[in-house]
């Protein structure tokens, strides 16, 4: 039988004192797409995360293919289906990213380039997964497959769609991040927020069980 890897987030969260072992204790049996991977809880800082994160190591990401993550085999869909987020964010950052020299991490499909491409004095992004970073560097996007790979280090804004959540590294990975920005640079990162209304308010078991995917850590907000 193969021995599970290490919980990289979970030792992190203990490391951190975010979290004792002792506080953990089980928020869902399952996430909707792994029933071998269960949602986690601490008691003492609210924090919800993965009972694994090996699953969301770089090979998870490989092994897709076009961009069937996104549940489309072509570009054109992959960006319909993520449109009304990609719509938001545009309108949300636009004045920030204008005439800036701007990275996003993660960029999917890339439907935040098509938008925020031309305000831009310079436009580059990471993509883990080889198809669509090629087809983006196709069409003639600057792409980059991981934050090691980024080449310039005058980055005034740097964007993370729902991707930090996805990082099982989070510390080292913002540092690398943090070297290949101007100072004084704009770091902007959404994340889902695991205390959405329907979970902390109305205790809504089929929101639960749509809610919780791939990622290793969601944020909290816990009153002080």
Known sequence: ???????????????SGVCSEESIIQYFPKT??????????????????LSRSDHAEIEYYNEKENFTYWGSDDRKNAVVSEDEDTQ??????????????????????GGILDILNTVAAKTAAVEPQEAPRKTLSAIGY?????????EDIDFEVVTLFHVFEHFTDPINTLTIIKS??????IIIIEVP???DCLLSLFDNEAFR?????ASTCYCTQKKA
């Open 88 to 109: 938001r964010r545009s309108k949300q950052f636009k004045s920030i990213i204008a005439n800036k020299k701007w990275i996003d991490i993660g960029t999917g499909a």
């Open 193 to 195: 927020h695991a205390r």
């Open 1 to 15: 039988m193969q021995k599970q890897k290490e919980n990289i987030i979970k030792s992190l969260l203990i490391k």
């Open 209 to 213: 069980v749509s809610r919780f995917g």
């Open 180 to 185: 290949k920005m101007t100072k004084g640079g």
């Open 32 to 49: 909707r797409d792994r029933d071998d991977i269960s949602v986690l809880k601490c008691t003492k800082s609210d924090v919800i995360f």
């Open 142 to 150: 600057k792409m980059y497959g991981s934050t090691d790979e980024i």
